[in-house]
Structures are given as C-alpha cells and as structure tokens.
C-alpha cells in the first residue's frame, strides 16, 4: 500500500514498504504545470520507518510509515487511538481518519495515471482507435446540415411539379403518351383545392380546356378527367372554366358520336362544373345542355350514362330548393341573398316538363338496379310539383309502381327476418309509398 505524506513546502515524499516509493516535484512545476511530475523507487533499508504509538509524536521529514497508513499534506504529528487508527493533528486541531486499507498501485501505473492527470485525459477514453470508432458512427454536424440542403433542393412543391407537367403537356416534342401520363399525373394534384386555383391562375386550366378540341379520343378523356377533378367544390376555378368556354366544348363531346369512355368522362366533368354553381347551370340550359342530355339518355346503349344523368337533374332540382328554405344552404356565408338571385335565374323544372322528361326518368324504374330505381323515384318526387298532371295519365307509370310495391315488400320481409328492421329496402319502399301518396293528391 502506498503511503503520501505531502508537506507545506515544494517538496513532498510518498514511501511504501517493503520498497518504498518518494514522489518528488520540481519547485517549478505541480501536477497543473508544465513538468511531469516523476517517480523515484528506492529501498526500505535507506528510510527510517516511523511507528506510531498511542502517543502524539512528531511525524519528520524523510521518515517512512508502515504499511496500511495514509496520510495528507500538512500533516504534523501523529498517534494510534482506541481502535488502533490512526490520528493526526493540523495546526494544533487534533482530528481522527481512519486507515484504510487500499489496493497496491505500481511505479508504472502511478507514472501513467499521473501524465493523464495533467493532460485532463480519461484513461477510459484515451485510445485513439476508440475514439476514431466513435466517431465513425456518428456523422458531424456539418456535413447533416449539407445533406439536409440538399435534400431540400431536390424536393419539388405541388406548384413546380405542376409547372412541370404543363410543360411537358405542352411541349410540340411531347408524344400523346407523354400527354396522357402528364395529366394522370396532373389530375391527382388538382384534387386539392389550391393546387386546382393554382393552375387556373397559371393559365394551366386553359391548356387543358383547348385539349378537349383535340383529334386524339385518348388526350379528350384525359383532359376531361382533369377538368371534373379541378371543378370539384371548387368555385374559383368553376368560374374560370365557364369564362374559358368549357361548357360549350364538353356539350361537342357529348353531343357527337365519341367512345363511352369519352362521354363518362365529360359527364363526370360536367356535373362537377354544375354542382353548387347557379352561374354554370344557367349557361348549361342557354346553351342546350338539357337537350343534349336528353338526346343521350334516349339512345340506345345509353344505360350507364342514364343513371348519372338522372342524378346530375336530381342535384340541380334539389339545390335550388334547399337554398331557398332557410337556413338549409349548403354553403352559408354572405353571400347567400347573392345566390338566391343567381338560383332565380336558373329556370330548370319548366325546362324539364317541356322536354318531356317526365317521362323520361320513370324508364329507369325498369332496370335491375336498385340503386338506379331509387335515383328515378327521388327524381320523379322531386319533378312532382311540374310532372304531376302528366304522372297521373302515365298508365305505364301506376302500373310500374305497384309491381315495384309488392316486389320491395317481399324484400323488406325478407329483411326482417333477417333481423334488419331498418334495411335499404325498406328506404326505397318508403320512397315508392311516399310518390303514389303524392300521385293521389288533388
């Protein structure tokens, strides 16, 4: 065990036993110097040992400890107490600490632990080849701030991407596939309501409006499916599309012979151009849209085109009247007196009865649909109020109806004991009785 004895002055001697050991400093340097501290080993034989009693004696300098001993600097004198530790005096203040025994440290090892002490390294820490492999997991700072500047300049906003596909849309070296793919890719983005603006205000929306005029069918359906997506809830970009004319050329598209997939397509355009806008309705009926609509739903081949035209007739009908009951508008705001106005001017039931679609719509009570049949029956009850006089002649019409009562009362049956009190046949049964109590009424 080692045992230190530091005094007062600039020199101070640590002896260990059986080969003690005096650590000596430089009167220039200490520990936080500049010199290393070094370490001279000795033999017992030229130190005289000092041995303890229970008396206070005077520690000298030069004198060794026997093993088991440890002192601090500035200590004076020294004695054993009751429990043979060892007690030490300071400046007259007589204090007690106990020896403990410690683990032996070697020349080597002391030589070490004090140049680390000096240079403030942690031996733990001190291997280069460690640090070198810390280091290596980790990626400085200055190099994540880099990465991160580049990857923010490879990420494009909607806006550029959609400046990007215009582009490649308009661009004269562009095949039809490269257009088609640009607005597929176009039509996803423009579902947002602000990308949607954003073209119109580009002058994206136009380029894709002129496509419509296109030979190619491929490029008529792709630019149809854009228009329907950007119109959608959209108002901003409704108003631009009838500025631009689009009305007119979705009615060319659907008013001449055009694959059934064209035509879907323009549908869907148009009912989207339509929905909650009074301002396109009225431009629809001034340019013949009902007429057109008529025209298709009376050609043959023409049933999965009838069922969307029945429901655009049925959204128009029931627009107009909820906005005009109170509190019932579907976007209330300011300007609800505005689009009471705009909603007068939209003269669409007279229209209806004049161009013989009371009897139009009850055709689709014949297909197997039954999502179809409860189109046409919200649709016949909603045209009641200008089509009644002309339902209650309709013989194929009353006759139609009781077979679709008897039929949906063995399926609301069926339903019950299925234990679905309130099923989806019951809905449309409650619809057929509430358009035959109606027919009833003077």
Wanted: negative net charge; hydrophobic residues 35%; glycine residues 6%.
């Amino acid at each position: 065990m080692l045992i230190g004895c530091r005094r007062r002055g600039r020199q101070s001697t640590r002896l260990k036993t059986p080969s003690a050991m005096t650590v000596v400093e430089s009167p220039e340097a200490s520990l936080e110097g500049e010199e290393d501290a070094h370490v001279e080993e000795g033999d017992s034989e030229d130190l005289d040992v000092f041995h303890p009693t229970d008396k206070w004696k005077t520690l000298k300098s030069g004198l060794g400890v026997p093993r088991g001993f440890d002192l601090q600097t500035g200590q004076r004198e020294v004695k054993l107490g009751e429990h043979q530790t060892l007690k030490y005096q300071i400046d007259g203040q007589r204090q007690g600490k106990e020896n403990t025994q410690g683990p032996s440290v070697s020349a080597e090892e002391l030589k070490k632990a004090l140049k680390n002490i000096k240079e403030g390294v942690d031996p733990k820490t001190s291997d280069k080849e460690e640090k070198e492999a810390l280091r290596a997991q980790f990626h400085p700072m200055d190099e994540l701030k880099k990465d991160m500047v580049r990857l923010d300049m490879l990420m494009e906003s909607d806006f550029q991407i959609m400046s990007r596909l215009v582009s490649q849309f308009n661009s004269s070296n562009a095949t039809v596939e490269e257009k088609v793919k640009a607005l597929h890719d176009l039509e996803y983005l423009v579902h947002q309501v602000d990308n949607a603006q954003n073209l119109a205000s580009s002058g994206g929306l136009k380029l894709v409006v002129d496509a419509l005029n296109s030979t190619d069918y491929r490029l008529q359906e792709s630019a149809s499916f854009v228009l329907g997506s950007a119109l959608s809830s959209n108002p901003v970009v409704q108003v631009e599309a009838v500025e631009s004319g689009t009305i007119q050329k979705l009615l060319m598209l659907l008013a001449t012979p055009r694959p059934m997939s064209v035509k879907k397509r323009a549908l869907f355009a148009v009912a989207s151009l339509l929905r909650h806008c009074p301002l396109a309705q009225s431009h629809f009926l001034k340019l013949g849209g009902l007429q057109v609509l008529g025209d298709i739903f009376r050609a043959s081949g023409g049933g999965a085109l009838r069922v969307r035209i029945v429901t655009i007739l049925y959204d128009m009908i029931n627009e107009k009247e909820l906005i005009s009951q109170t509190g019932l508008d579907p976007i209330p705001d300011a300007s609800h007196n505005e689009r009471l106005r705009q909603y007068a001017q939209v003269s669409l039931q007279p229209l209806l009865a004049e161009q013989g679609w009371c009897s139009l719509v009850p055709e689709l009570l014949a297909s197997p649909e039954h999502d179809w049949k409860e189109k046409a029956l919200r649709t016949i009850l909603a045209m009641m109020p200008h089509c009644q006089t002309q339902y209650r002649k309709d013989y194929a019409l009353s006759s139609s109806l009781s077979a679709l009562q008897e039929q949906y009362q063995e399926l609301v049956l069926t339903e019950q004991v299925l234990g679905d009190e309130d099923g989806y046949f019951g809905e449309i049964l409650a619809l057929l009785e509430t358009v035959v109590l109606k027919l009833k009424q003077v």
